[in-house]
């Protein structure tokens, strides 16, 4: 099962199916911001994926408008 590495506190959990990023976050202990609870509708949990993000699904059309803007990769 692929793991995800949250840092800088080096925070190692699962990677489960299905699960958002701010899931495993939340789920691991680790604090993300999240204004809009995890709605893809105000981009305060961004997150960048260092290494690995060949066998990620894309962004929900929700998520992808959020970040166009931004100028973020989707």
């Given amino acids: 099962m692929p793991a995800v590495r949250f840092l800088p506190d080096e925070v190692v959990t699962a990677a489960v199916s299905g699960e958002t990023l701010l899931q495993a976050a939340r789920r691991a202990g680790v604090p993300l911001a999240s204004a ?13 994926i260092i290494e690995g993000p060949a066998g990620l699904e894309p962004p929900p059309e929700e998520e992808a408008a959020v970040l166009a803007p931004l100028g973020a990769e989707a």
């Fill in 36 to 48: 809009c609870g995890g709605e893809a509708a105000c981009s305060t949990c961004r997150v960048l």
